[in-house]
C-alpha cells in the first residue's frame, strides 16, 4: 500500500518555496508501522531566520525527533517549512516553539523534541529545547531509552 497517494509536494515537477511559516505545509502520510515504537530524526543544518529587531540573518541547526502514533511528516514537506522561516522574524525561542507547536498539532505524536541549535551572536548561545510526552505514559520509559540511545548515537559516545 503506497503512502504517497495524497501527497503533492514530494514529486512535483516545480518546487513553490512558501514565503512565510504561515504559507507553509506540513503535509502527512499514514504510519504503517503503528504496532512499533520508533525515533523518526530530523537534522536540518541550514535553517536561518531573521532577528527580528535588526532584520540579520539567523543561523542554526534543528534537531527535530519524534516518535509516530498515527501521522508522520513527509520529509520534503518539512524542509520546505523550516526553509520558509528564511524571511520570518522571530525570537530564537519563538522559532523553536513554532516548529514544535506546529508539528505537535499536525502529528500528534507519543513524543516530539525540537532542539534550536542557533549560532554564537555577540557571545551568547541560544540553544531553546522543547519536549513532550504524548498521553500514553506506558511508552514513556521505552521513548526515554530510544531517545537516550540516538543521543550517544549522534554524540558518538
Known amino acids: 500500500m ?5 501527497l503533492k509536494l514530494l514529486g512535483a515537477s516545480k518546487t513553490e518555496y512558501p514565503n512565510s511559516p504561515d504559507e507553509a505545509v506540513l503535509e502527512t502520510f499514514e504510519n504503517q508501522h503503528r504496532g512499533q515504537v520508533y525515533l523518526v530524526p530530523f537534522v ?3 535553517f ?5 529587531k535588526t532584520g540579520q540573518p ?4 534543528f534537531e527535530i525527533i519524534y516518535v509516530p502514533r498515527v501521522k508522520m511528516i513527509e ?39 525540537v532542539f ?17 510526552f504524548g ?6 520509559q521505552k521513548i526515554e531509552s530510544l531517545v ?6 549522534r554524540l558518538g559516545l
Open 75 to 113: 520529509s520534503k514537506a518539512l524542509k520546505l517549512y523550516l526553509f520558509s522561516f528564511r524571511n520570518s522574524g522571530e525570537f530564537h525561542e519563538d522559532v523553536t516553539n513554532r516548529i514544535f507547536n506546529d508539528l505537535w498539532s499536525t502529528l500528534r505524536p507519543h513524543y516530539l523534541r
Open 44 to 46: 536540518c543544518t541550514e
Open 148 to 153: 537516550h540511545g540516538w543521543d550517544r548515537l
Open 116 to 132: 534550536g541549535n542557533f549560532t554564537v551572536r555577540g557571545g551568547i548561545a541560544i540553544k531553546p529545547l522543547v519536549e513532550r
Open 48 to 52: 536561518t531566520s531573521l532577528c527580528p
Open 58 to 61: 539567523d543561523f542554526a541547526q
Open 2 to 6: 503506497s503512502n504517497a497517494k495524497g
Open 135 to 140: 498521553s500514553n505514559s506506558s511508552l514513556r
